[in-house]
């Protein structure tokens, strides 16, 4: 615990105590001690003196170690407040932003995106098929499938780029025209018009949109009310060569038996050999019982010619 230093005789000049010790230049020789507060006192060893030096050294290290460091902590608390803010910018932050944005942006603004995001689209699908009659047709299937009156959203068959259906934010669906002109019953394009809306209740398409987008887009949309071009033309992209989310054959079903159409046509539609959608064949809720006619024969036709051919 102390120090003692003598004379050649044996006889104590100082005291010190090991936990006031200083050396006044560290790493150098001759060297000097201290005790502290007190510079004006010192003991010099010198070179040869090394097993001492290394003594009063390990000795000065061991109470170094003991001592109490308020900096220390305030270092380590303050890198776990920096690691903890980071790690919620990182993990919370993001998810947190596409939620609030999800939950506050109107349907005017969903359909404003919708617009611009079919904008980005029709570089590759062209516009969509226009004729008047089948236009009409359409219209009228789409309300004969709507969830509710009032509620069938938008419905436009395009020439080219989808594969099959896909909606956009607004309730916009497009669906590829092959759908109607390639089949001999609209309800295979009532299929996938259904099985495109259910994908619409369980996935929002302005938060996949988002999720595409990142948190920087996220951003601008709460604090501009826009999207910038870049984030929808990657988007649109997306929609074009990502396949379809699968659904559950309960969830089709319920669909089709809410809707009253047929699930056997999509099925084979999905698959000509009905081994992989043999869930929807054998389960079709009106297989016993047709449901009220999707459209008439001549609706039917008009709508086949909605691309002009």
């Given at each position: ?7 050649t ?11 006031a ?29 090394t ?5 009063i ?18 270092l ?34 969903r ?7 079919r904008?980005?689209l ?12 089948g ?42 025209k ?14 996938y018009?259904?099985a ?10 302005l938060d ?32 074009l ?15 089709f ?39 008439s ?13």
């Amino acid at each position: 615990a102390t120090l003692i230093i003598t004379d050649t005789r044996e006889r104590p000049r100082a005291h010190w105590s090991l936990a006031a010790i200083q050396r006044a230049n560290p790493g150098r020789r001759p060297a000097i001690y201290h005790p502290d507060g007190d510079p004006g006192e010192t003991l010099e060893l010198p070179e040869n003196e090394t097993e001492m030096i290394a003594a009063i050294e390990r000795l000065r290290a061991a109470v170094e170690r003991r001592r109490p460091h308020p900096g220390r902590l305030r270092l380590v608390m303050l890198g776990l407040s920096f690691l903890a803010v980071a790690a919620l910018a990182v993990f919370w932050f993001p998810n947190a932003a596409r939620q609030h944005a999800v939950r506050v942006v109107p349907q005017v603004k969903r359909a404003e995106i919708g617009a611009a995001l079919r904008e980005q689209l029709e570089r590759v699908t062209g516009p969509a098929c226009r004729d008047p009659g089948g236009r009409a047709a359409l219209a009228r299937l789409s309300q004969r499938l709507a969830p509710t009156p009032g509620d069938a959203g938008q419905v436009a068959v395009v020439r080219d780029g989808v594969d099959s259906t896909i909606h956009l934010p607004g309730r916009t669906i497009l669906i590829d025209k092959s759908l109607v002109e390639d089949h001999e019953e609209p309800d295979v394009v009532a299929g996938y018009i259904v099985a495109e809306r259910a994908r619409l209740e369980r996935t929002d398409p302005l938060d996949d949109l988002l999720k595409q987008a990142g948190l920087w887009a996220t951003l601008r949309l709460m604090t501009t009310g826009g999207m910038d071009e870049d984030s929808l033309h990657r988007y649109a992209q997306h929609l074009l060569t990502a396949p379809r989310p699968a659904l559950p054959d309960e969830a089709l079903l319920q669909a089709f038996k809410a809707r009253g159409v047929r699930s056997t046509p999509y099925a084979y539609a999905q698959d000509i050999s009905g081994e992989t959608t043999l869930g929807l064949i054998e389960a079709d809720p009106w297989a016993v019982q047709p449901p009220e006619p999707l459209l008439s024969d001549g609706d039917w036709l008009r709508l086949q010619g909605i691309c002009g051919g």
